[in-house]
Nanobody, 125 residues
Framework: QVQLVESGGGLVQTGGSLRLSCAIVGRTVGTTTVGWFRQPPGKEREFVGAISWAGGSSPLYADPVKGRFTISRDNAKNTVNLQMNSLKHDDTAVYSC?????????????????WGQGTQVTVSS
């Protein structure tokens, strides 16, 4: 059974940084495409970014986070990290990682097979 576990959320001031980690249990990160999504208070879940396990494929990012967020894969730890810099109040949300088979970096929640429980990120203004 595949499980994804997020960690690293918390409270940070505007302009600060946080790093979220997504640990994958039951499947190697080297064969799993991982996406990050977030759900702001009172809003729908939205795509943040995704990284494919295919060699030579760069991460895909949503426009609001381009240049500020970076997704990376740590094969030794079987994790995928989301480094968030220059955080804004609008980044406040519950962040979740999701895993899928195949190499396509999908922006749609319906394409992902496994989900973590989510971690809260709050950016104070």
């Amino acid at each position: 059974q595949v499980q994804l576990v997020e960690s690293g959320g918390g409270l940070v001031q505007t302009g600060g940084s946080l790093r979220l980690s997504c640990a994958i249990v039951g499947r190697t990160v080297g064969t799993t495409t991982v996406g990050w999504f977030r759900q702001p208070p009172g809003k729908e879940r939205e795509f943040v970014g995704a990284i494919s396990w295919a060699g030579g494929s760069s991460p895909l990012y949503a426009d609001p986070v381009k240049g500020r967020f970076t997704i990376s894969r740590d094969n030794a730890k079987n994790t995928v990290n989301l480094q968030m810099n220059s955080l804004k109040h609008d980044d406040t949300a519950v962040y979740s990682c999701a895993g899928k088979l195949g190499t396509a970096r999908s922006t749609y929640t319906r394409d992902y097979d496994y989900w973590g429980q989510g971690t809260q990120v709050t950016v104070s203004s």
